[in-house]
């Protein structure tokens, strides 16, 4: 069997849908062809000078990487800029390279959850879902056509409920138009009388993000020139895309053996938290990355700690009550450390669907940046 770069976009799509990545964002094939064949697929955080080399030395095809190596427009593809030297290099060699970033930290089973498995929670879930992410879709067909316009919707991924597929209500109802001259109604003249028709009211809920496609579907489907429809906002959000991760460990620990097991799973000897080491956690929650915008989720989900990364001074200060008591501890774990199980996430979650492809993770530490724990003291 022979796979190309667009088997492992269908893949990605499928579990960590781009439309659900941030707005700032730029996921997906950045660099190379996407029918490119792929055998050999490195997986690292990021784009650098020795990820490019171990790329070309490893025979790689394409380079799968969680930080996007370009995120502002390039105006020329030369040696000047080290994101651009980069992308011109893996272009040189041949090498495609594909993002999946904000829209894998947003997923079920992505960033975020395989983070707080490492440390230990059980069967965590989202802090919160993506608002926003659901609208219902009401269209008017004749009763005759109402199957294959409901199917068609379907298949374009319309009608999804959690583990549920092809979830649609119909009601009964009569529609009146009048063909005016020009037309070309499937029912009636132009120019014709006003007509009236037998037809059903079916609504179903779609995602924001396969909203186009189920559209095009239904009007390509439906037997009218003109199709009325609606798409209405609605409370409910998609299950399967969030922020970040929260869930129980199997007991009660003090927050300093929490911490050890911290420092000893993402490999990194200073913490820097806020919390009294006594206390005891159970309820653990995680966000890998830049996750201080999320403290407050974190409260509200009954947290005892929360582990993320890039917490600037104030923002630290909102965990404490009136009296200046930690209403629950908060860990600054390194960017790189808490997101880099996302290596090791991709190469278990790709290898099964694509047999014979053979997907292997970095061997170096991508990030720039170390800590420097002193020995004198
Ligand atoms: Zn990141």
Not at 77 to 91: H, I
Not at 138 to 150: H, K
Not at 176 to 184: H, Q, V
Not at 251 to 277: E, H, M, Q, Y
Request: aromatic share 8%; charged share 20%.
């Amino acid at each position: 069997m022979s796979f190309t770069v667009a088997d492992i976009h269908r893949l990605i799509e499928d579990w960590a849908p781009s439309a659900t990545a941030q707005s700032y964002d730029n996921v997906g094939l950045l660099v190379g062809r996407i029918s490119r064949p792929v055998n050999k697929v490195l997986v690292a955080l990021d784009v650098t000078p020795q990820i490019v080399d171990e790329a070309i030395e490893q025979g790689a095809d394409c380079l799968l990487v969680h930080h996007p190596l370009i995120f502002k427009p390039l105006k020329r593809l030369t040696d000047d800029s080290l994101e651009s030297s980069l992308a011109l290099r893996l272009a040189e060699a041949g090498i495609a390279l594909y993002a999946a970033h904000t829209n894998l930290d947003a997923a079920r089973d992505g960033v975020s959850f395989q983070l707080a498995r490492e440390l230990g929670v059980k069967q965590p879930e989202f802090l919160s879902t993506m608002p926003e992410s659901v609208v219902k879709v009401v269209v008017f067909c004749p009763v005759d056509a109402a199957e294959n316009v409901r199917s068609a919707m379907f298949a374009a991924g319309a009608g999804r409920i959690g583990a549920y597929s092809d979830c649609s209500f119909s009601s009964a109802g009569s529609g009146t138009f009048k063909a005016d001259e020009g037309t070309n109604p499937a029912i009636g003249s132009a120019g014709g009388p006003r007509e009236q028709v037998s037809e059903l009211r079916m609504e179903m809920e779609v995602t924001r993000w396969h909203l186009g496609k189920v559209i095009k579907a239904m009007k390509s489907a439906h037997p009218y020139e003109e199709v009325a429809y609606d798409v209405i906002p609605v409370e409910q959000s998609f299950r399967d895309a969030g922020i970040g991760a929260v869930g129980n460990l199997p007991a009660a620990v003090s927050l300093g053996s929490f911490l050890d097991t911290v420092a000893k799973v993402l490999d990194n000897p200073a913490l820097r938290i806020v919390g009294d080491v006594e206390t005891p956690v159970q309820r653990v929650a995680v966000c890998g990355g830049s996750g201080s915008d999320f403290i407050g989720l974190a409260m509200r989900a009954g947290a005892d700690v929360y582990v993320t990364a890039d917490i600037t001074y104030h923002r630290y200060f909102e965990v404490l009550d009136q009296t200046g008591n930690p209403r629950m501890a908060l860990v600054n774990a390194g960017h790189f450390e808490t997101e880099r199980c996302t290596e090791d996430l991709l190469v278990d979650r790709l290898t099964p669907s694509f047999p014979g492809v053979r997907f292997f993770t970095t061997k170096h530490r991508t990030a720039p940046v170390r800590t420097w724990v002193t020995s004198r003291h």
